[in-house]
């Protein structure tokens, strides 16, 4: 076991360095720069050498490869840099947003997983009912429904008519209480969720349902055992093996897709940093962000492995 | 004008005198202050100190949506509108626009005199101003100041010098002559110093040395407003600051947030999370209007927004092309059907509201299709397709695309063929600083104080690209007269500078001049003594929730 880790942990390496490689050109050779972004922000007429020394200032005067690797040899050094607009340190920033994002993530997660799994198993077992029928219809919305459109739809709702739900941020100003972050979590939490939510379900049904049909469980049910307990003791734990990868992909999604969800719900995220960054041409923060982002898709995925060997023998020994 | 146009052109009129009407009546359930212009009839004039009735009264926390949240509280290193409007209560300058108007008043000043070869200004310091932190404010903090942002041998320098290079080239130093005196050397001299030297915050040395790269995040100045606490990405808090040296501030509390999506913007106004957001959209502007709880604050800024012609590319060297773009232009409709009236009509690079406006600018052109293909005939135009830019999400450019749709459908009209080439703001902005620009939408946004800022910013031969003269437009005269309108000290003579350059621009056309956009505020009912101020300075001083 720990040799599979440690086998799959080194394999990481030549994919994150290529990520990074993808992420500075694809920032550094895209048209715009941040140069002429801060000169012209106050829409003062500035001249060729205002332009050199702020290069210059900004470390973007040198070649591009030197760039390249004097950031790669900062990161290496635990040192991200500075953000050319906030002008303060990366790493910081990285922490404070990775968190509100996890919040978020984490609280989709727990709207989606039950709602998916017992959705999923629901439907499976009602098979062909009105009731089967129904849940299948609430997933294709789920899939089908943009999410950004359902949060403002939920602010609407929630917040401007009923008036029961913040509209927007992650606390309420002068109050951080748990009740209060549990508040404005909420409708954030439902619009990320939802997708999830139904991508699980439609993957437990048709897992269940092909769980279902096997030989072991019909001899289950031939001993005479009731059928919740066939489900529960017998079939549950083979559905989760699929419904597991597919948890994990759509956590890596929640942690880098969040974006429009932080952004109608003014949530203080990766997703919002990094959009904002690209706006603004912040190469260090995009970069940055981009990064952890990867890190943690990968770690995830390599995590989800793990599990699925622990979940299913077979596997350690593929 | 096509049908689908002239459809859309029937209904804005109807929409424009309901737009008149709301908002008039919103004027009027603010106590009827005059201060709150009306949309599509207001000019400088409206916000004189003598129309504004302050009403009594003080208290509240106010929260102010800026669209954005801060990149930094250091006032020195700060780039966005949306950040300015922060700072611009925790931090001052020695002078500060007279509310309401274009004018300079004493702020951390309170006199001055200028060299008789204008070459120096001394400045004598208002007595007993403290930092927010306790320090005493002083002729070494102005010093101060003006050192960390421009003398590389400065300690501080690396953490302040940023956004103000070449507009302050014209300063050589600064010297202490006493403790509550401090004298300014120019290099040249610059007759709009005074406006200039206001831009210079002062902050808190003590606290400079003191947070270093953190100061951003701990600014101490000396506004009406002291630092109270940041929660990144989310709000920024001040609280009243009771020794400042104006009097007493009214709020208790600001809070700014930064809400970027248009459709949580105008929830968060209507929930009542929001009493005042700051540049909303003409859509925005639509959806309050039908509100009686909110009202639209607006007035004139000293922006353009235009179509820049590359005169080095075939089609527009000719001036008669450039003039027959000029006569194609529906400004009418677009400024009244695509922006709803939110915008000026623009006949001239200079607003209304700049105290030197030409007015002979409205006789050069105006919309006349007939008139255009004429022209086009005259210069024996040869129809090719030119490639016409637009940037997509910059929100200085106002609606970018309606306005390129509608701006191709005029020139189509006439027998002028356009590509729309739309590209992302930033990417965009790289674009057309090339040669191989021919035709791009622009806009410059500026408070209409200095006409250098326009003429220098778009038009001259200092900001040919990477500056943004993406008109490649570089006349002798115009240069002659843009160093008078500089360095003159007889005002007449600036004045007659400034006027004749409108007209040169309006001969050699380079450019078409579309509309000048307004400043919009939406605003609670319950928020008083809030106005629109023509240099799009934010005082907050003395307004209150209630």
């Known amino acids: 076991m720990t040799r599979y880790i440690l086998r799959r942990i080194v394999q990481m390496i030549p994919v994150l360095i290529l990520t990074t490689i993808f992420v500075f050109s694809m920032l550094h050779l895209a048209p715009g720069d941040p140069i002429s972004l801060i000169l012209n922000a106050k829409n003062r007429p500035y001249t060729q050498e205002d332009f050199d020394r702020v290069a210059q200032q900004l470390g ?37 947003r990775m968190e509100a994002t996890a919040v ?135 559905v989760l093996v699929p419904v597991l990868t597919v948890v994990g992909l759509q956590v890596g999604f929640l942690l880098g897709g969040a974006v429009l969800v932080e952004i109608v719900f003014s949530w203080p995220g990766m997703g919002e940093l990094i ?44 | 004008m ?93 002078v500060r626009a007279k509310p309401g108007t274009v ?62 290079p070449s507009s302050f080239d014209f300063l050589a130093g600064t010297e202490v002559v006493d403790d509550y005196t ?79 999506e248009p459709g949580a913007r105008t929830a ?18 639509q959806q309050l209007q039908g509100n009686d709880a909110y009202r639209v604050v607006s007035g004139p800024t000293g922006s353009l927004w235009f179509l820049a012609m590359n005169v080095e590319f075939p089609a527009f060297a000719d001036l008669k092309v450039r003039q027959a773009m000029n006569y194609a232009i529906d400004k009418d409709t677009l400024v009244s059907a695509v922006l709803t009236d939110t915008a000026d009509i623009a006949y001239g690079p200079l607003s209304p509201a700049f105290a030197v406006y030409n007015p002979k600018v409205e006789e050069f052109f105006s919309y006349d299709p007939d008139k255009a293909k004429a022209l086009l005939a005259e210069a024996g135009y040869q129809d090719s397709e030119i490639v016409f830019r637009v940037p997509i999400g910059d929100p200085n450019m106002l609606a970018a695309e309606e306005m390129g749709t509608v701006i191709q459908d005029n020139l189509r009209a006439v027998g002028i063929t356009t590509t729309i080439q739309s590209a992302e703001a930033v990417t965009w902005m790289d674009e057309i600083r090339s040669p191989e620009n021919e035709l791009t939408e622009m806009s410059w946004n500026i408070a209409p104080i200095l006409p250098d800022d326009m003429f220098n910013g778009i038009l001259s031969k200092a900001s040919l690209p990477p500056g943004f003269n993406t008109s490649y437009w570089v006349d002798d005269e115009y240069e002659e007269l843009l160093a008078i309108g500089r360095t003159s000290l007889d005002e007449q003579e600036v004045a007659d500078a400034y006027k004749r350059m409108q007209e040169i621009v309006m001969e050699q056309a380079p450019i078409v001049p579309v509309c000048h956009r307004r400043s919009l505020y939406g605003v609670s009912n319950t928020v008083h003594n809030f106005l629109a101020e023509p240099t799009g300075a934010f005082y907050l001083y003395n307004v209150w929730v209630g």
């Open chain 2, 268 to 285: 968060a106004m209507v929930s009542g999370d929001v009493q005042i957001a700051i540049q909303i959209s003409a859509e925005m502007v």
């Open chain 2, 182 to 260: 401090v004298r300014f050397t120019l290099s040249k001299t610059f007759n709009k110093f005074l406006y200039r030297i206001g831009d210079l915050s002062i902050v808190s040395p003590d606290a400079v040395a003191k947070y270093r790269e953190t100061f951003g995040e701990n600014p101490v100045g000396t506004g009406p407003y002291l630092f109270q606490q940041w929660d990144k990405g989310q709000q920024v808090v001040l609280a009243r600051n009771d020794a400042w040296w104006g009097g007493t501030p009214t709020l208790d509390q600001v809070v700014f947030r930064g809400i970027i």
């Open chain 1, 275 to 318: 959009v904002n960054g690209i706006q603004q041409r912040d190469f260090p923060v995009v970069q940055a962000g981009v990064l952890v982002i990867a890190v943690i898709f990968i770690l995830i995925n390599l995590l989800v492995d793990v599990i699925y060997a622990v979940v299913d023998p077979r596997v350690r020994y593929a």
């Open chain 2, 103 to 164: 004018e300079v008043e004493p702020a951390l000043a309170t006199a001055w005199e200028q060299a008789a070869d204008g070459l120096s200004w001394t400045f004598t310091l208002r007595q007993g101003v403290t930092f927010h932190d306790g320090t005493p404010f002083n002729a070494a903090a102005v010093k101060f100041a003006y050192d960390r942002q421009f003398d590389p041998e400065n300690e501080f320098y690396p953490l302040g010098q940023w956004t103000l």
């Open chain 1, 104 to 238: 978020l993530a984490l609280g989709a997660l727990i709207f989606a997983l039950p709602i998916g799994i017992g959705g999923g198993i629901l439907s499976a077992i009602w098979r062909g009912s009105i009731w089967d029928k129904l849940i299948n219809a609430v997933i294709v919305a789920g899939i089908a429904f943009p999410t950004f459109a359902l949060g403002l739809f939920l602010i609407v709702l929630f917040g401007v008519e009923w008036k029961v739900l913040p509209v927007g941020g992650m606390t309420s100003f002068g109050d951080g209480s748990l009740l209060d972050r549990a508040q404005h979590l909420i409708l954030p939490a439902i619009s990320l969720g939802v997708g999830p939510a139904a991508i699980i379900a439609r993957l437990t049904r048709s897992s269940m349902l092909e769980v279902l049909s096997q030989d072991y469980i019909r001899t289950a049910r031939a001993k005479g055992l009731a059928s919740g307990v066939v489900v529960r003791r017998h079939a549950f734990r083979n």
């Open chain 1, 60 to 96: 973007m005067d040198k070649s591009l490869p030197m760039q390249y690797l004097t950031w790669i040899g900062n990161i290496l050094q635990g040192d991200f840099g500075t953000s050319i607009f906030m002008r303060r340190p990366i790493g910081p920033i990285l922490v404070e």
């Open chain 2, 2 to 94: 096509s049908e689908t146009m002239k459809a859309i052109g029937a209904t804005a009129i109807d929409r424009r005198d309901l737009v008149k009407g709301a908002a008039i009546g919103a004027g009027a359930l603010a106590a009827g202050l005059p201060g709150i212009a009306p949309l599509a009839t207001a000019s400088a004039q409206d916000a004189t100190p003598e129309a504004r009735v302050l009403e009594e009264g003080s208290g509240g926390t106010l929260v102010v949506d800026i669209n954005l949240d801060p990149e930094t509280l250091d006032v020195h290193q700060t780039l966005t509108a949306a950040t300015s409007n922060v700072v611009a209560q925790i931090f001052e300058g020695l």
